[in-house]
């Protein structure tokens, strides 16, 4: 095994399993679960000679006279492990016996039944029957730690993992535990509450059912639910995610496990951007029968100008500019820039301006505020403006001067604003729930992700759009087969960073680009979240 490790993750690595609650391979080792104990040994030398001590042939391995816990214990040349001794099997009935005293067994109404290690592990390393006979301790239920976190102390097992969370990750550090013996338990100190923008990663690490998300509490059974990957478009960080969902309805987001980008963590308000499906505003309607022949011949007329977002994916990207080469005109890329939290909230608050570079359908920076296209607009230069998924009203562009310039919109995008009550052409599609497709993060990292939900009925894909309106505009027959991987299979034979890039050959991790020729890109990256002492391959 990779040396360093220590034997959680070392006998984790082999394809077998330590038992554990407190250890977390992002967190630091507290050690006071006691789940993981086990049985250690190193070969015997004689004192005299140094030579090895044998037996019936064999290395004698002198056995250490009490288990060790292993989240603490590093690996060493010729260390010996015991997993299923009979000393290891009853620290681990023992342990679990103790965990259930005060416990509440309520697993059928629990929200965390079906993925909680203490159900898991009282079944398979329990004794299987209780001797307790006594009254339980009864804690508060229903605790508000914060706006979107609730605690059952009933369920706690003191792991302590929240604890560090937020003393070592998010560096708020506002839980501690209070009282003593078998009333501790779990709280906000006083007159603060877990309240910051990562506050949902405690209910990720809790092992128990103690912590749950106000969003989620009792809305549905995880094992009931459809697991798919994707990427969190909240920002250029490019966060992976996991996207639960069931019948076509989003449940929840959750992180998932991208040690180059994201570690295990995500930030609360990228859970919530699934609501933007059924969102009021959604544009859910099919476009008129004639809407992409009327957008063609409003491009084909000249005088046409784009702006394009850092919201499509590089897919999306690669056609549209096909379709910009096609129908000529200046470009615009508009920015959207918040405040870098130095973790997994960058300033560029768009998945993919990078992947706009990348595709050759901008060659400069984002511009905050679309000025030079106000004072074309201004002089009745353009005819025909092309904005995809943007409001451009909130960049700079009043609705009264695209009223003044005549121009006539085309917009395509998921949601109506007020560009898109002026649009000429309006060409719904698809959000990033709903489709497939790769964004390239701040890193110039390529990542794809996943269709969760079906979209709309009668509602296209972006790269299917595209592609209709590209074959309208050059005047050839429409392909109604507008694939990812047909879009890949041209952007991997093209000279440039994407070749020899096939979609399917994209692994979990990403591929990393060669974004050297951008470095310029006034956008600062998020600083790296690896404060964990063991960051090789772990299972959390």
Same mark, same amino acid.
């Given at each position: 095994?990779?040396?360093?490790?220590? =034997?959680?993750?070392?006998?984790?690595?082999?394809?077998?399993?330590?038992?554990?609650?407190?250890?977390?391979?992002k967190?630091s080792?507290?050690?006071?679960?006691?789940?993981?104990?086990?049985? %250690?040994?190193?070969?015997?030398?004689?004192?005299?000679?140094?030579?090895?001590?044998?037996?019936?042939?064999?290395?004698?391995?002198?056995?250490?006279?009490?288990p060790?816990?292993?989240?603490?214990t590093?690996?060493?040349?010729? !260390?010996?492990?015991?997993?299923?001794?009979?000393?290891?099997?009853?620290?681990?009935?023992? +342990?679990?016996?103790?965990?259930?005293?005060?416990?509440? !067994? *309520?697993?059928?109404? @629990?929200?965390?039944?079906?993925?909680?290690? =203490?159900?898991?592990?009282?079944? *398979?390393?329990?004794?299987?029957?209780?001797?307790?006979?006594?009254?339980?301790?009864?804690?508060?239920?229903?605790?508000?730690?914060?706006?979107?976190?609730?605690?059952?102390?009933?369920?706690?097992?003191?792991?302590?993992?929240?604890?560090?969370?937020?003393?070592?990750?998010?560096?708020?550090?506002?839980?501690?535990?209070?009282?003593?013996?078998?009333?501790?338990?779990?709280? @906000?100190?006083?007159?603060?509450?877990?309240?910051?923008?990562?506050?949902?990663?405690?209910?990720?690490?809790?092992?128990?059912?103690? !912590?749950?998300?106000?969003?989620?509490?009792?809305?549905?059974?995880?094992?009931? !639910?459809?697991?798919?990957?994707?990427?969190?478009?909240?920002?250029?960080?490019?966060?992976?995610?996991?996207?639960?969902?069931?019948?076509?309805? +989003?449940?929840? +987001?959750?992180?998932r496990?991208?040690?180059?980008?994201? *570690?295990?963590?995500?930030?609360?308000?990228?859970?919530?951007?699934?609501?933007?499906?059924?969102?009021?505003?959604?544009?859910?309607?099919?476009?008129r029968?004639?809407?992409?022949?009327?957008?063609?011949?409003?491009?084909?007329?000249?005088?046409?100008?784009? #702006?394009v977002?850092?919201?499509?994916s #590089?897919?999306?990207?690669?056609?549209?500019?096909?379709?910009?080469?096609?129908?000529?005109?200046? #470009?615009?890329?508009?920015?959207?820039?918040?405040?870098?939290?130095?973790?997994?909230?960058?300033?560029?608050?768009?998945?993919?301006?990078?992947?706009?570079?990348?595709? $050759?359908?901008?060659?400069?920076?984002?511009?905050?505020?679309?000025?030079?296209?106000?004072?074309?607009?201004?002089?009745?230069? /353009?005819?025909?403006?092309?904005?995809? &998924?943007?409001? +451009?009203?909130?960049?700079? /562009?009043?609705?009264?001067?695209?009223?003044?310039?005549?121009?006539?919109? /085309?917009?395509? $995008?998921?949601?109506?604003?007020?560009?898109?009550?002026?649009?000429?052409?309006?060409?719904?599609?698809?959000?990033?729930?709903?489709? *497939?497709?790769?964004?390239v993060?701040?890193?110039?990292?390529?990542?794809?992700?996943?269709?969760?939900?079906?979209?709309?009925?009668?509602?296209?894909? &972006?790269?299917?759009?595209?592609?209709?309106?590209?074959?309208?505009?050059?005047?050839?027959?429409?392909? %109604?087969?507008?694939?990812?991987?047909?879009?890949?299979?041209?952007?991997?034979?093209?000279?440039?960073p994407?070749?020899?890039?096939?979609?399917?050959?994209?692994? &979990?991790?990403? /591929?990393?680009?060669?974004?050297?020729?951008?470095?310029?890109?006034?956008?600062?990256?998020?600083?790296?979240?690896?404060?964990?002492?063991?960051?090789?391959?772990?299972?959390?």
């Amino acid at each position: 095994v990779p040396v360093g490790l220590n =034997l959680v993750e070392a006998i984790h690595h082999i394809g077998k399993e330590v038992p554990h609650y407190c250890y977390h391979s992002k967190l630091s080792v507290s050690g006071n679960c006691r789940m993981c104990l086990v049985e %250690t040994g190193l070969p015997l030398r004689d004192r005299a000679t140094g030579a090895p001590v044998l037996e019936n042939g064999k290395s004698k391995i002198g056995w250490q006279p009490k288990p060790v816990i292993a989240c603490a214990t590093t690996v060493s040349p010729g !260390l010996h492990v015991r997993l299923d001794s009979p000393v290891v099997k009853g620290c681990r009935e023992g +342990i679990t016996e103790f965990l259930l005293l005060n416990h509440p !067994l *309520d697993c059928p109404i @629990c929200d965390q039944a079906g993925e909680c290690k =203490l159900q898991e592990y009282s079944a *398979d390393y329990g004794r299987g029957f209780s001797r307790y006979s006594d009254d339980k301790n009864r804690k508060p239920k229903k605790v508000r730690l914060g706006p979107r976190v609730m605690l059952d102390n009933e369920r706690c097992i003191l792991c302590s993992r929240c604890i560090r969370f937020c003393r070592e990750i998010s560096k708020n550090p506002v839980l501690g535990f209070i009282n003593r013996g078998s009333r501790s338990q779990l709280a @906000c100190f006083p007159g603060q509450e877990l309240a910051d923008n990562y506050s949902l990663n405690t209910v990720d690490v809790c092992p128990v059912g103690a !912590l749950t998300s106000t969003d989620f509490r009792f809305k549905m059974r995880v094992w009931f !639910l459809k697991r798919t990957p994707g990427i969190c478009p909240e920002s250029s960080v490019g966060v992976n995610t996991v996207i639960w969902s069931r019948e076509g309805k +989003i449940y929840r +987001i959750t992180p998932r496990r991208n040690d180059a980008v994201n *570690d295990t963590w995500m930030p609360d308000s990228g859970r919530i951007l699934y609501k933007s499906v059924t969102a009021p505003d959604r544009l859910s309607e099919p476009a008129r029968a004639d809407a992409q022949e009327k957008a063609a011949s409003l491009l084909a007329a000249g005088a046409t100008a784009y #702006v394009v977002s850092g919201h499509m994916s #590089v897919e999306e990207q690669a056609i549209a500019a096909e379709l910009v080469k096609a129908a000529p005109g200046p #470009v615009w890329l508009p920015r959207h820039a918040g405040e870098n939290d130095g973790l997994l909230l960058s300033e560029d608050r768009t998945p993919n301006t990078r992947g706009a570079l990348l595709t $050759g359908l901008v060659d400069h920076l984002p511009d905050p505020g679309l000025t030079a296209l106000a004072e074309k607009l201004e002089r009745g230069e /353009i005819k025909t403006l092309l904005v995809f &998924g943007e409001d +451009i009203t909130l960049n700079g /562009i009043a609705a009264g001067v695209l009223s003044r310039s005549g121009v006539k919109i /085309i917009y395509a $995008g998921t949601h109506a604003n007020a560009t898109s009550a002026l649009a000429e052409v309006v060409l719904p599609g698809l959000t990033v729930f709903e489709k *497939d497709g790769t964004f390239v993060n701040e890193q110039f990292r390529l990542q794809k992700f996943s269709q969760a939900v079906p979209g709309p009925a009668g509602v296209p894909p &972006g790269i299917e759009t595209l592609s209709g309106l590209l074959a309208r505009v050059r005047g050839i027959p429409v392909d %109604t087969v507008a694939t990812v991987d047909a879009v890949w299979q041209r952007l991997g034979a093209a000279p440039g960073p994407l070749h020899g890039i096939a979609f399917g050959g994209i692994p &979990g991790e990403g /591929i990393l680009i060669d974004g050297s020729a951008w470095s310029h890109l006034a956008f600062s990256e998020t600083k790296s979240l690896h404060y964990a002492p063991h960051p090789a391959p772990g299972h959390e």
